[in-house]
């Protein structure tokens, strides 16, 4: 069968999925992976016909496209501020809503100019600590993770990428210790309550790891009071929490840290939505 009429055929049988434009892309992507041709080269060798292996890959790929499987997890790689990240079921897909709250850490390190040590919290693939070593080589960065499945991945990336980073494996709701002292800690927290499951596309709850992902109805907020907890005593003079929040939780978050003795801000995402806060202690 040649490339072309694979691709007539899997939108049939993708089409109950998927919207059209949505599909349209997942499968230009899907074939560029496993031909190795881009969408221009795709349209030139529409009649060639793929071999036994490419035929193998395709039809395992088109399993699990129809089981709601993300067309990252089947690639192996998404891509995050320009730069191409191994994902696997161990870690969260890198979102361009986090591209924004590194975007706000890069703004804040330039007018501070001097070299910082970071500590980014819940790494996953590293793509947080991974894209903030790029971008601002002089400063040292720490990543720490629960999941040794995810430090895995978070390593393979920085190697690849050749970013050097401490990578440590803590569960952040038992740690009471911290090696260092840090001027800025992010992190991209679990703060979705499990309540939210049910209303949750199956591309998400049903691939990527829902220890990254959901907290208890009881208490959303639990890594935002531990890691300001922390922060207190591991935030160096002048110090900064950014994270990465649920747009519903910014009226809660904020009267949090001020509670907790801090100064916060919100930053809406791209949608409009309250996405980002950066957090100081009062002085």
């Given at each position: 069968m040649s490339l072309q009429a694979l691709k007539l055929d899997f939108k049939k049988q993708l089409a109950d999925v998927y919207e059209s434009i949505e599909l349209n892309s997942l499968l230009a992507i899907l074939f560029e992976h496993v031909t190795g041709w881009n969408q221009l080269q795709q349209a030139i060798n529409k009649d060639a016909e793929l071999n036994e292996k490419q035929n193998a890959?395709?039809?395992?790929?088109?399993?699990a496209l129809k089981k709601g499987m993300p067309i990252q997890y089947i690639t192996g790689k998404a891509w995050f501020m320009g730069n191409e990240f191994k994902v696997d079921e161990n870690v969260l897909i890198p979102r361009p809503e986090t591209e924004e709250l590194v975007d706000w850490?890069?703004?804040?390190?330039?007018?501070?100019?001097?070299?910082?040590?970071?500590?980014?919290?819940?790494?996953?693939?590293?793509?947080?600590?991974?894209?903030?070593?790029?971008?601002?080589?002089?400063?040292?960065?720490?990543?720490?993770?629960?999941?040794?499945?995810?430090?895995?991945?978070?390593?393979?990336?920085?190697s690849h990428l050749n970013a050097d980073i401490s990578w440590m494996q803590e569960d952040i709701l038992n740690t009471t210790y911290l090696p260092n002292q840090f001027d800025i800690i992010v992190s991209n927290p679990p703060y979705i309550p499990f309540k939210e499951n049910v209303n949750m596309q199956v591309q998400v709850k049903n691939f990527e790891p829902a220890i990254a992902l959901f907290v208890t109805n009881e208490d959303p907020l639990i890594f935002y009071r531990t890691i300001a907890r922390l922060g207190k005593q591991y935030l160096s003079s002048n110090g900064q929490l950014f994270f990465e929040m649920h747009y519903d939780q910014?009226?809660?978050?904020?009267?949090?840290?001020?509670?907790?003795?801090?100064?916060?801000?919100?930053?809406q995402d791209m949608f409009g939505k309250d996405r980002i806060l950066r957090a100081s202690l009062k002085k």
């Amino acid at each position: 069968m040649s490339l072309q009429a694979l691709k007539l055929d899997f939108k049939k049988q993708l089409a109950d999925v998927y919207e059209s434009i949505e599909l349209n892309s997942l499968l230009a992507i899907l074939f560029e992976h496993v031909t190795g041709w881009n969408q221009l080269q795709q349209a030139i060798n529409k009649d060639a016909e793929l071999n036994e292996k490419q035929n193998a890959q395709l039809l395992e790929a088109l399993d699990a496209l129809k089981k709601g499987m993300p067309i990252q997890y089947i690639t192996g790689k998404a891509w995050f501020m320009g730069n191409e990240f191994k994902v696997d079921e161990n870690v969260l897909i890198p979102r361009p809503e986090t591209e924004e709250l590194v975007d706000w850490i890069i703004e804040y390190a330039h007018i501070i100019d001097k070299p910082l040590q970071i500590l980014d919290i819940g790494s996953g693939s590293g793509c947080i600590p991974i894209a903030l070593k790029l971008a601002l080589p002089n400063c040292m960065i720490a990543g720490l993770d629960i999941s040794e499945g995810a430090l895995k991945i978070a390593k393979q990336n920085a190697s690849h990428l050749n970013a050097d980073i401490s990578w440590m494996q803590e569960d952040i709701l038992n740690t009471t210790y911290l090696p260092n002292q840090f001027d800025i800690i992010v992190s991209n927290p679990p703060y979705i309550p499990f309540k939210e499951n049910v209303n949750m596309q199956v591309q998400v709850k049903n691939f990527e790891p829902a220890i990254a992902l959901f907290v208890t109805n009881e208490d959303p907020l639990i890594f935002y009071r531990t890691i300001a907890r922390l922060g207190k005593q591991y935030l160096s003079s002048n110090g900064q929490l950014f994270f990465e929040m649920h747009y519903d939780q910014g009226k809660a978050l904020l009267a949090l840290f001020d509670e907790m003795g801090y100064h916060a801000e919100l930053r809406q995402d791209m949608f409009g939505k309250d996405r980002i806060l950066r957090a100081s202690l009062k002085k």
